[in-house]
């Protein structure tokens, strides 16, 4: 393997999230700066147990201290959209980051209409922000949750269209898998939520193709769905049990879960055995990887050289909730 070159620069960024002390977000930039031949510099930043949090003070904050971005996590996307007018914005071409970085090691830089992976007017349209990016202009924001998902069903997937979709949960995750779903060629996303209005919201963000329903008709869209997809954070570590009753009562075609930590959840788990094709959260945490560190540098990670790379990130414990 060639050596990567000299590192000349520094990425200083960190991730806000609540009980984040098992993301492999952190993990997988240092593998895409070792790619890059870029020194990495990343704080994390965990909000459970702060209900007075201040996002956008802290996003300040963190900008006035030269970083060159931050990620966002659950429960924060919809606040950080929130944000957006709020602030010194820029319109970003997506290759981010204080300084340009010239391309080094397996990555390239780039610009123009083709860089825009998950852009701000993406971020804005979705209601929902997974990166922030400070610049000396201002503050640029992207979804790469969305960009990234459909990275990660073309990369597993390929052409097969999604079916319909019967998806738990609207919250800031929720905004960039619907849309993704439709671009995707779902013909139908049937969404619920813990607050109704939530999903009401979400179907008039994505249009025709995706429709709200109170949560107790779930299991009506769940008996008839192509695919199943828990946009919540039930299974993740800190928030035990399932979205979703189980064992399944149908054989989906595919299913999708957010959680990642643990990969395996019980969701996943009923998935399978009832013989459904399934994509994980890491899988899509991978794809939001390469996306993430693209925005955040300007660098495009080479997939065949980064994704064999990200892969050993994987989390080793199974299902660990009840």
């Known amino acids: 393997m060639t050596a990567p070159p000299t590192q000349s620069r520094t990425l200083r960024c960190g991730l806000i999230g ?6 492999r977000f952190s993990a997988g930039l240092e593998t ?10 990343f704080t994390a930043i965990d909000t459970a147990g702060k209900p007075a949090f201040d996002l956008a003070g802290t996003v300040a904050a963190l900008r006035a201290e030269g970083w060159d971005g931050v990620a966002i996590t659950h429960p924060w996307k919809s606040a950080a959209a929130d944000l957006i007018g709020r602030e010194i914005s820029i319109a970003p071409d997506t290759e981010g980051g204080r300084n340009r970085a010239r391309p080094g090691g ?13 852009s701000q007017e993406t971020a804005t349209r979705l209601g929902a922000v997974n990166t ?15 960009s990234g998902f459909i990275a990660a069903w073309r990369h597993f997937f390929g052409d097969s269209p999604p079916g319909s979709v019967a998806m738990a949960g609207a919250g800031g995750v929720a905004r960039a898998l619907a849309p993704a779903l439709a671009e995707l060629g779902a013909t139908e996303i049937t969404v619920w939520d813990t607050d109704p209005a939530r999903a009401r919201a979400l179907a008039a963000l994505v249009g025709p193709a995706c429709r709200a329903i109170p949560a107790d008709r779930a299991p009506e869209a769940i008996a008839t769905a192509d695919g199943l997809v828990n946009a919540t954070a039930c299974g993740m570590a800190g928030y ?11 054989r989906p075609a595919w299913a999708f879960d957010a959680v990642y930590t643990p990969v395996n959840t019980r969701f996943l788990s009923a998935a399978r055995a009832a013989g459904a094709r399934t994509l994980t ?23 065949v050289f980064a994704l064999p790379r990200l892969s050993a990130l994987r989390p080793k414990e199974e299902y660990d909730n009840a």
């Open 32 to 41: 895409l700066c070792d790619l890059a031949g870029i020194r990495l510099d």
């Open 240 to 250: 035990p049990a399932s979205a979703f009753a189980l064992p399944l009562p149908n």
């Open 281 to 303: 959260g890491f899988d899509l945490f991978q794809h939001m990887a390469l996306a993430s560190f693209r925005a955040l540098t300007g660098i495009a990670p080479d997939p």
């Open 132 to 146: 922030r990016i400070f610049t000396p202009d201002g503050i640029a924001c992207a979804n790469t949750d969305c």
């Open 18 to 23: 609540a009980n984040i002390g098992r993301s």
């Open 106 to 118: 397996r990555g390239r830089a780039r610009s123009g209409p083709s860089a825009r992976t998950g």
